[in-house]
């Protein structure tokens, strides 16, 4: 695992922009899976300015989506696709065809999965999987005491998810069950990429890197990857070393 500290929330949007613009120019058909959520949004508003001054090229990636919410459409703000559609494929134009998300609104979520993990096969495995934190320490929808040998897979939402998930909306939502990558994929994407910023996030980024390691707290799967990278602004990064 190897961390970098970054001065500024904007610096580490600089500088996760850059490392994920070096890693398509390396490989213009990699295998991108993108977070959604607060952290990475900069990231990817510079990642969209990059493009479009020539500087990377997203047009033969393929994208694969990390998670939804179980019984929220993909059109609908809050969902992981709403998200990445409007802060990112739309501007760069991805066709859909590229794109592989999960649907919350399954009949059959268990199937759904199935299908994903299917398309990852295809596709030759995830080239980046880049991961916020939760502030209960989940890695996607991996919520604490998730195994972590699972592929996709359904689960129930802990309840801060279910609280601070509300962020995502703009009225009360009920939120129950996610839909997700488990976390066997991050120990096989070729680059598994954490980032976290803001002081909210300190306690947990000390726990994940510098605590135990254990399935009650997924993001300190991290401490067992070797090709982990870890992208911090000070403020998350404040308790390491405490
Ligand atoms: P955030 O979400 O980037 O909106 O803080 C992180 C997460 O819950 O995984």
């Known amino acids: 695992m190897r961390i970098t500290i970054c001065e500024s929330s904007f610096d580490l949007s600089v500088q996760a922009a850059r490392f994920i613009a070096e890693l398509v120019k390396t490989n213009p058909t990699a295998t991108l899976c993108l977070a959604s959520g607060h952290t990475p949004l900069g990231a990817f508003e510079r990642l969209v300015e990059m493009a479009d001054a020539g500087l990377?090229?997203?047009?033969?990636?393929?994208?694969?989506?990390?998670?939804?919410?179980?019984?929220?459409?993909?059109?609908?703000?809050?969902?992981?696709?709403?998200?990445l559609d409007n802060y990112f494929f739309k501007k760069l134009n991805i066709p859909e065809a590229q794109l592989h998300f999960f649907d919350g609104m399954a009949t059959d979520p268990e199937a759904e999965c199935r299908k994903m993990d299917d398309v990852i096969i295809y596709l030759g495995g995830l080239d980046l999987m880049l991961v916020g934190i939760g502030l209960n320490g989940h890695i996607a929808l991996n919520e604490p005491g998730t195994p972590w040998n699972l592929h996709s897979h359904v689960g129930d939402l802990d309840e801060m998810t279910v609280t601070v998930g509300q962020k995502y909306f703009s009225g009360k939502t009920q939120l129950t069950k996610g839909i997700t990558l488990g976390l066997q994929y991050l120990r096989e994407a070729k680059l598994p990429l954490l980032m976290a910023s803001g002081e909210a996030k300190a306690p947990v980024i000390r726990q994940a890197l510098e605590g135990e390691v254990t399935e009650l707290f997924p993001a300190s799967i991290f401490q067992t990857l070797?090709?982990?990278?870890?992208?911090l602004d000070k403020a998350a990064a404040g308790r390491l070393g405490a």
Do not use: K, T
Not at 64 to 78: K, Q
Not at 226 to 231: I, K
């Open 226 to 231: 070797e090709q982990g990278v870890v992208m």
């Open 56 to 83: 990377v090229d997203f047009s033969r990636c393929h994208f694969i989506g990390l998670d939804e919410w179980v019984g929220i459409p993909s059109s609908a703000e809050g969902s992981c696709r709403y998200f």
